[in-house]
């Protein structure tokens, strides 16, 4: 139970989020495999059979309105990417006087509500069960929602299905926190050949994907645009997280798009800052990427230097912290292009003494800035 401390009227605000109808796959998941798996997995042994990625809810009201939820209704928190803290109250009320846990209710999500136990009835649990498959269809394009094996032979596979993602995702885990791009991306061709449902319906993995297939020096550019689709799945989920619009531009600099990549830098800078002010994504990498189109096919327009110039000063006032780092994008830009024209000058004429006396500068600035 649930009650709202102040108005929620927009999404993105800290709202509870809830995914409809998970309550009902949940009963029937841990009917069939139990809870060992969960307990010593968790989230990774639930992604291949519960498709997490059923329209998500994000919960809006005003001050005083009462939310109730199912407990086991799977359940998360949305950004806050608003500027007020969002206020609410939760409380568990619990029929059971013990504090020891009880797994029957999670293997009979009606045990406890017996007004509602006296009203189920099979058929309508079916029928409830059916319009969850429809929309589960609907959510994740031609994803097939979990099939319960109807053979041993069917269960053998799936449980072998399930354990080779789960091992998978776990070493894609490790490498990408090592920054293993390489290895991590051949983690990731393994994950993509099972199919694309566990991916589409892990948050996390499309966002490490996204990074690996863009950055891996094995890269290619059938892997460059396999990593567009993972990144644009996670824009789609999460339309105001900022760091995808910076990690997409990256990737399409890579497939020579360069015209695409101011509109993304733009939108980088429409996110809030809160949630993109961090280390390991700073506004700099946006202003980089669109520096290097613009050094790239886009030229350097009055237009386009507009844009840059306009683009710092907001990054300036967004991200304080980063100033330093957003300069430094500026000094690169101009010594790239210094370091270009001395290279044209060198490849037009045979006086090498001259040209070295181009370079000289240039190589002693960027010693010096190292």
């Not at 798996?37 to 059979?49: F, H, M, S, T, Y």
């Not at 600099?253 to 700073?282: G, N």
Request: with cysteine.
């Amino acid at each position: 139970v649930g009650v709202l401390l102040q108005d929620l009227p927009e999404e993105f605000s800290g709202n509870l989020t809830v995914f409809p109808g998970s309550h009902h796959y949940l009963e029937k998941y841990f009917n069939k495999n139990g809870f060992a798996e969960v307990k010593e997995k968790g989230l990774d042994a639930l992604i291949p059979d519960i498709p997490i990625a059923i329209n998500p809810q994000q919960i809006t009201g005003k001050a005083g309105d009462v939310i109730l939820c199912h407990y086991q209704l799977a359940h998360t928190i949305a950004p806050n990417q608003s500027e007020h803290i969002r206020y609410a109250v939760y409380f568990r009320p619990n029929k059971r006087k013990d504090s020891v846990h009880h797994p029957e209710p999670m293997l009979d999500i009606w045990k406890d509500w017996h007004g509602i136990k006296d009203f189920k009835t099979t058929e309508i649990d079916n029928q409830i069960y059916k319009q969850l498959e429809q929309r589960q269809r609907n959510a994740t394009d031609s994803a097939e929602p979990p099939r319960y094996a109807d053979s041993k032979q069917d269960k053998g596979k799936e449980d072998a299905y399930r354990e080779q993602y789960v091992i998978l995702r776990k070493q894609a885990k490790e490498e990408f926190a090592a920054h293993h791009w390489n290895d991590c991306l051949s983690l990731f061709q393994s994950i993509s050949a099972l199919g694309d449902s566990p991916i589409q319906n892990d948050f996390e993995c499309l966002i490490q994907a996204g990074v690996c297939y863009t950055h891996a020096q094995a890269s290619q550019m059938k892997d460059w645009k396999c990593g567009e689709v993972y990144i644009r799945r996670v824009i789609e989920i999460s339309p105001k997280f900022s760091s995808c619009y910076s990690l997409l531009a990256q990737n399409l600099l890579k497939q020579d798009r360069y015209e695409e990549v101011p509109e993304l830098v733009k939108r980088f800078f429409d996110c809030p800052a809160d949630l993109s002010d961090r280390d390991d994504s700073p506004p700099s990498d946006a202003l980089r990427c669109l520096s290097t189109a613009m050094q790239g096919r886009l030229g350097t327009s009055d237009e386009l230097k507009s844009l840059y110039n306009k683009l710092e000063m907001q990054a300036l006032q967004m991200y304080p912290t980063h100033k330093a780092q957003i300069f430094n994008v500026r000094e690169e830009s101009q010594s790239q292009k210094k370091w270009q024209e001395a290279m044209d000058v060198f490849m037009s004429f045979s006086d090498f003494p001259k040209a070295a006396e181009l370079f000289l500068p240039i190589v002693s600035s960027k010693v010096s800035t190292k």
